[in-house]
Each structure stands twice: as C-alpha cells, then as structure tokens.
C-alpha cells in the first residue's frame, strides 16, 4: 500500500514539473511585450501619465505604489528603471555599499561602476531593490548599465563576468513574478535572449547596431529604443522593418517623445 502511495505521490509531482514553470510561477504568467508595442519612457521631471500607450518605463525609486496602481487603471503596464551595474549616489540605499565595490565614474554624475565579480556583496543589495519593484507592483524592471565589460570600470570585468551578473538579474526579477529587459550589451544578446522577457536600447540607428537586436524580435519578444541625436525620419522606416518600438527623447528622458 505504501508503495502505491509513493508512485501516486511521485505521479504528482512529475506532474506539477509539467505545468509550472522553473522559476515556479505558472506558465505564461509573467507579462511577454511583443514586437512593435508602444511605450512612454520618462526618468525626470513630472510624470506626464496622459501618453496613449500600453507600456510606462519608470523610475522604481521615484514612484510610488499609487503611481503604478494609477497606471494600471489605466490599462498600462509599467517597467521598473533601476541601475544595476552602477553604484548612484543620490539612491536611499546608497549607503549600503561599500567602497570595495565602487569603480570608476560611469559618466553620469554621482555615479560609478560596480564590481560586479561580486555578487556575495551585491546580489542582497539587488534582490532587495526588485523587491521594491515587486511591492509596488510593478510588472517588469529595466536594469540598467549592464555593459561594464566593455567600460573602464576600474575592475578587470570579462565577458564571462557580465554573463553570469546579467543571467543572475534575470533570475532575481523571475523569482519575483517580474519580466525583465535586457539594456544594451548587444555583442551578449545571443547568448542571453533566452534569460530576458524583452530588450531595452538607446541609439542602436545612430551607431548602425539595430539588426543585433533580431534575435529579440525573431523570439517575439519587444525591443524598445531610443535614439536621442537621430531625426525620426533617418530610423523609423527601420525599425518599423526590424519591428522595433522607436522614440525619438532627449538626454534627459522628460515627458517630450515623438514616436515612429
């Protein structure tokens, strides 16, 4: 009888290995942006909540759980900016790391880049802060500066090191039910297309990179860009052909935008 038990019991599971993803959420339940979807992205200055688009790209310290909710009601799904590859220090939690980890400056002021070999000192610091994602509701997380392989970091960061931290990101935001975009580092996108729910770049036209993006567009998965220096009309024909969600923004990602 125990052993009838033990089979039943070992058939439930295999079961449930068939109907749950590996992260353990149920399959399909983490927000999958296609290709071409339209989106606002703002990181200063008052948020302009009236752009008629599916999809806000937001800071996650800025905003609160009102703001999302707000969105929501709106029928908007919202991205989580946060900077996961440099310390800035104008960020509450700035504090918390220490100086081991801190490189040199990232070209953004109050910013350095992280050592990122060390995810013993780092990986608390991030999933606390997709936890503040997660809490206020957001559904996905943009993290950002994930290229400092190919930086002055101040750190010997190899390929392999941007690999595993950016692959460990993906975890953290999986774990939390929250999708989540890869930033940039297109020389990786082969390699880690599989790991992230969409991508997010800045001026892929200018620099003549957008058909790296391909393999998030052949996966059906969106790529959201930006380019800053471009009119539209030297890209948007592109990217409407690769499939690419385009903006034309200013560096300072106010709520001005002109969409393809």
Not at 169 to 193: F, T
Not at 227 to 252: I, N, V
Request: charged share 30%; net charge negative.
């Amino acid at each position: 009888m125990r052993r009838l038990y033990a089979l039943a019991a070992l058939f439930v599971l295999l079961l449930a290995g068939c109907t749950t993803a590996s992260d353990g959420k149920p399959p399909g339940a983490r927000w999958q942006p296609r290709p071409g979807t339209g989106w606002q992205w703002q990181l200063s200055g008052r948020l302009d909540t009236s752009v008629d688009v599916p999809v806000y790209d937001i800071d996650g310290f800025d905003h609160s759980e009102r703001t999302v909710e707000g969105l929501h009601r709106d029928g908007r799904k919202v991205i989580c900016y946060l900077s996961t590859g440099a310390w800035e220090e104008f960020r509450p939690d700035a504090g918390e790391f220490p100086g081991k980890v801190l490189g040199r400056g990232n070209g953004w002021e109050g910013e350095r880049w992280l050592d990122i070999r060390r995810t013993d000192v780092l990986e608390p610091l991030m999933a606390a802060r997709l936890d503040m994602c997660r809490d206020k509701g957001f559904d996905a997380v943009e993290p950002d500066n994930m290229d400092g392989y190919r930086n002055r970091t101040g750190f010997p960061l190899t390929a392999r090191d941007q690999l595993r931290y950016n692959r460990l990101i993906a975890k953290l935001a999986h774990d939390r039910g929250l999708a989540v975009g890869l930033k940039n580092d297109l020389d990786q996108i082969p390699e880690l297309v599989g790991d992230f729910d969409f991508a997010v770049n800045e001026q892929c036209a200018q620099y003549d990179e957008c058909g790296a993006l391909k393999p998030f567009t052949d996966a059906d998965k969106a790529v959201f860009h930006v380019e800053y220096e471009l009119p539209t009309s030297r890209f948007c024909a592109d990217s409407r052909r690769l499939g690419l969600s385009s903006l034309l923004k200013k560096y300072e990602l106010g709520a001005w935008r002109e969409p393809c």
